[in-house]
């Protein structure tokens, strides 16, 4: 952690505060926005089969997306239990080791029923009141694209671990060589180039599954070679249990998990309701949805940050350095997504052009859906900022239970319900449904941030400073 200035009210205070959370904030953003081309490659790639195959992948996708998520949420639990251990003994090494173990078998405990669930795609899709073609194209997608599941938690969990201990620069650099990895196989095994089968969809499925167990390797060989990192061991002997620490795992991830899923699950439902609509627009929530998805990878990694930098702080008992940390990352955040706002609202064309082949029919009315789509994705572009890093830095106090509630209330009480009448009772259709979710987006923000603002009159500081990982 860096050290703080003798006075923690001075400029000086602030501008090394900044200092260090830009230092450790952009490669995770880098990652971020990384991994999410990953998943823009797919759809650009789908939207090269056409307009049919772009609708089934968003549909498998998005259920796909229902499971990662949550993984993604109680993943995250890894960093502030390490961040706090930090900040409390800066050499810790058993206790940082256990975490991440326990974190190995959180991974191990969610793959095994999500591919069970997965396989049933195709029901699944068909009970929603899908297009019986799409959902059985849609399932053909997941069935390849499951696998990657579980090595993708994993190397979530290392993720958690290099970036506690404020490095995440490896991070990045494996998600690097996984990108064009990606593409290479979507190109292969889609398309059947270089003498590969012509898979299709399935193809992308693959390449993707095949990307995930890449990243968990490449991070696994990191920890295991460089010196900074080799002296935990976390590779050794990982199939030992420590149930007390595997509870407490949960009992923080848990939350967070359900916070991160009902956010992205209502953006799932989205998609779901899209296809009620019709095929046009949902292949135009496809592309919108992805363009918001990469803007808002920015936030996210600042979010992350400040999880690691408010949970170090917490951890050494400075109420001051928690306090500046949260208000930098939000600060970052906030400015960072005024500026994609307006690229949305005026230049949607830009963005929208290189996911569709104009040439294909029907393009151009997903194309214009698209960039109506995006304007309201502008509308909500500060509440998403603002309800992410807000998140993130309670997080960082291990505060996970009442932010789960707001996220609840606020996605699944008003965003879906909102966006349902307004997309099948109004005309607004696919319009109607967008708004509905900025307006759930709004609601969280406010909430979230009104419990950081009141952290101390709560007493979060104090309960959280007497947790024990």
């Known amino acids: 952690m860096s050290t703080i200035a003798a006075n923690p009210t001075s400029p000086q205070s602030w501008l090394t505060e900044a200092r260090a959370m830009l230092a450790l904030s952009w490669p995770m953003v880098l990652t971020n926005v990384a991994q999410t081309a990953m998943t823009a490659t797919d759809v650009v790639m789908m939207g090269h089969l056409g307009p049919r195959a772009l609708a089934a992948g968003a549909l498998g996708g998005n259920l796909y997306t229902a499971f990662l998520i949550f993984g993604i949420g109680v993943m995250s639990a890894v960093s502030p239990m390490i961040a706090i251990e930090l900040g409390r003994n800066r050499h810790a090494v058993r206790d940082l080791r256990r ?104 193809g992308s499925g693959f390449a993707t599954a095949l990307s995930s167990a890449l990243m968990f390797a490449g991070l696994a060989l990191v920890v295991s070679l460089d010196r900074r990192f080799r002296r935990y061991h976390l590779l050794g002997r990982f199939w030992v249990p420590d149930w007390q620490r595997y509870r407490t795992y949960w009992r923080l991830g848990f939350p967070i998990g359900l916070t991160v899923a009902f956010e992205v699950v209502i953006f799932n439902g989205a998609a779901f309701m899209m296809g009620l609509i019709g095929e046009a627009s949902l292949a135009a929530h496809a592309i919108a949805i992805q363009i918001a998805s990469l803007t808002f990878m920015v936030p996210l990694g600042i979010g992350q940050a400040g999880t690691v930098r408010v949970g170090r702080a917490f951890g050494a008992g400075s109420h001051d350095a928690v306090g500046r940390a949260g208000a930098v990352a939000l600060t970052l955040a906030l400015g960072f997504m005024a500026l994609t706002a307006l690229l949305m609202a005026l230049a949607p064309q830009w963005l929208v052009a290189p996911f569709l082949d104009r040439s294909r029919p029907g393009a151009d009315e997903v194309a214009v859906l698209a960039m109506a789509f995006l304007s309201y994705a502008a509308i909500f572009q500060l509440a998403d900022g603002a309800q992410v890093v807000g998140s993130a830095i309670l997080r960082g106090l291990g505060d996970t239970r009442l932010p789960m509630i707001f996220a609840g209330l606020g996605y699944w009480g008003i965003g879906l319900p909102l966006s349902a009448a307004l997309g099948f009772l109004t005309p607004l259709a696919g319009r109607g449904i967008w708004i509905g979710l900025a307006i759930g987006l709004t609601v969280v923000a406010a909430m979230m941030l009104g419990r950081w603002f009141a952290r101390e009159k709560l007493g979060l500081v104090t309960t959280a400073r007497a947790a024990t990982f």
């Open 99 to 202: 975490t991440v173990r326990q974190g190995f078998w959180a991974a191990a405990t969610m793959a095994g029923p999500m591919w069970l669930i997965l396989w049933q795609a195709e029901s699944i899709l068909n009970a929603m009141g899908q297009d019986p073609v799409l959902a059985k194209a849609a399932a053909s997608y997941v069935h390849t694209l499951q696998w990657g599941l579980l090595p993708f938690f994993l190397y979530l969990c290392l993720r958690g671990f290099v970036a506690a201990l404020q490095r995440p620069r490896w991070a990045f650099v494996v998600v690097l060589f996984a990108v064009p990895f990606n593409a290479f196989a979507n190109w292969c095994l889609m398309f059947g180039n270089l003498g590969f089968p012509a898979l299709g969809l399935p």
